[in-house]
């Protein structure tokens, strides 16, 4: 069952290869907990169906499993391809044009008008994740762009093209994307992906629309830009979570600084309780093998120790041949490095905010009590859900138990680490409370007779306010 797989979580995109009931209900028992919904593909009408199909599946099996809506932002994309993929190589000249056509050897249709404006002689452009290489031979500045080929293969329809050489005047929410928006809130997602973010205003602006609209919608500030390395802490401290987006980042800045990057952004996103999800190319050769690489195992393991929240799925399971057996194996390689290796990912730095020292305080302490009491399980009576990123960030080896009246947050607290929610709804005595609490989780098989529980909560418990209050007590 869910309950004992991974505490890192798994996030994976589902597509043509897993939008289906059956393939979808076995990637959730092999422990995948979100689902990503990639608006950069597909039609409105393909995703409800896949929004459905995965709150069907939770309401048949009782599972939580969260939806991440991802914009796409201000992203270049050549159009289609003929025949779905033309060859190109080295020394080829070909016209990249502002006017929709499908692509072949002469002609490539760019969805960014502003190109032929935008470039000059001689900058280097790259097409689908930095996989082939053009240079800008000439432009007319207005719709056409005439481009050699440096490093060629087989390009395909919707690639993505990256000018990290070239100054692009793009909106952050684009007119695509607040349709798109408009549908993810209509439907109530739990995260909403802002790709491309530049600066803090970029996820403050989202969180005006998503609040204006009545939603409770939480924002992943995807992060692929240089721009947004220059302002990650501004970043960090407004947004709800953050998304390590290495497809784009590797190629808008140079590849070999995206590990050390990646490192820094999730320290900083654990000091102050955001999640981080660590994306792209995690098991990329199981697109097409039933086995990862070696180095993607060790990936996926260092993203784990590195301290993230999640690791994702993309083509791997969106179009891939395995999507069930890369979440086995994404689970297996995670489980394994929790087990094992627990005390080298300990470490997060804590940092108290001064608007929450005393909360903050209370739920620190209870991740030490629960060290030092061999604690199996931590628990935290929650609406906002605020206590739980909290301790959970602190990544304690006891489990954390959220016991909410929140239904939206049973569903968005899936992303963060290591932490189980349960639907709770009666606030009587704090005693009654905590007796019923640890009956369910001993009900449940998450704790034993005689293990230590150290409970969180708020009192006067009919004030629901902050966490202001630790219980140790016995199961
Ligand atoms: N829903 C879908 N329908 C068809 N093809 C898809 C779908 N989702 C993904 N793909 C294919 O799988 C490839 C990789 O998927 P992925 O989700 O990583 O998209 P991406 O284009 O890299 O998007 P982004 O840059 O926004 O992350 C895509 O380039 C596309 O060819
Ligand atoms: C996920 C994504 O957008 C990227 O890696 O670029
Ligand atoms: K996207
Ligand atoms: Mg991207």
């Known amino acids: 069952m869910n309950e004992l ?4 979580k798994i996030v994976a995109t589902l597509g043509p290869a897993s939008a289906k009931k059956e393939v979808l209900l076995q990637m959730i028992k092999a422990g995948l907990n979100v689902c990503r919904i990639n608006f950069s593909h597909g039609k409105h009408e393909e995703h409800l169906q896949t929004i459905n199909l995965i709150r ?21 994309r050549i159009g289609d391809m003929e025949n779905n993929g033309v060859a190109f190589a080295a020394g080829d000249i070909v016209n990249i044009i502002t006017t929709p056509k499908v692509g072949d050897k002469e002609s490539i249709y760019i969805t960014y008008t502003a190109f032929p404006k935008d470039v000059n002689p001689g900058e280097i452009f790259l097409l689908d994740d930095g996989k082939m290489q053009m240079r800008v031979l000439d432009t007319n500045k207005t719709d056409t762009v005439k481009a050699e080929v440096i490093y060629g293969g087989i390009l395909s329809s919707k690639k993505g093209v990256n000018l990290p050489f070239t100054k692009t005047s793009t909106p952050s929410l684009t007119e695509k994307d607040r349709e798109d928006l408009e549908f993810a809130l209509k439907h109530n997602i739990d995260w909403i992906g802002l790709s491309f973010v530049r600066e803090a205003k970029d996820i403050i602006d989202l969180k005006k629309i998503i609040a204006k609209s009545g939603s409770t919608a939480k924002v992943v500030a995807k992060i692929e830009k240089p721009e947004a390395i220059d302002n990650i802490d501004s ?16 190629v808008e800045m140079p590849m070999e600084e995206v590990p050390l990057l990646q490192k820094q952004i999730v320290r900083k996103c654990n000091a102050l309780a955001k999640p981080v999800i660590i994306a792209t190319q995690m098991m990329d050769s199981m697109v097409a093998n039933p086995r990862p690489t ?15 929240d999640a690791v994702m799925l993309s083509n791997e399971t969106s179009v891939g041949l395995y999507p069930v057996i890369v979440i086995e194996a994404m689970s297996s390689i995670v489980r394994n490095i929790e087990n094992g290796m627990y005390p080298y990912y300990n470490d997060s730095q804590i940092e108290e905010h001064p608007e929450t020292f005393l909360a903050d305080s209370v739920c620190n302490s209870a991740v030490y009590l629960a060290e030092k009491t ?11 859900g605020y206590s739980a990123y909290q301790i959970a960030s602190q990544r ?4 954390t138990f959220v016991f909410t009246g929140n239904r939206d947050l049973m569903n968005s607290i899936s992303l963060v680490w290591g932490v189980k929610a349960f639907y ?32 969180t909560f708020s009192t006067p418990i009919a004030e629901k306010g902050r966490t202001n209050t630790i219980k140790v007590s016995v199961a």
């Open 294 to 308: 070696r180095a993607e195992a060790n990936d996926v393991a260092n993203s784990v120790l590195d301290g993230a």
């Open 56 to 76: 069907e599946i939770n309401l048949e099996n009782n599972f939580n499993v969260g939806i991440l809506a991802d914009l796409q932002g201000p992203k270049i």
């Open 374 to 384: 061999s604690a199996k399980a931590i628990v935290a009576m929650t609406f906002s």
């Open 235 to 250: 970043i960090i401290d407004v947004t709800d979570g953050v998304m390590v987006a290495r497809g784009d980042l590797g």
């Open 424 to 455: 709770y709804d009666k606030f009587e005595t704090t005693d009654q409370t905590i007796k019923e609490v640890n009956n369910i989780l001993k009900e449940n098989g998450f704790v034993q007779e005689g293990e230590v529980i150290i409970n």
């Open 396 to 399: 304690p080896k006891a489990r």
């Open 5 to 8: 797989h991974n505490r890192t």
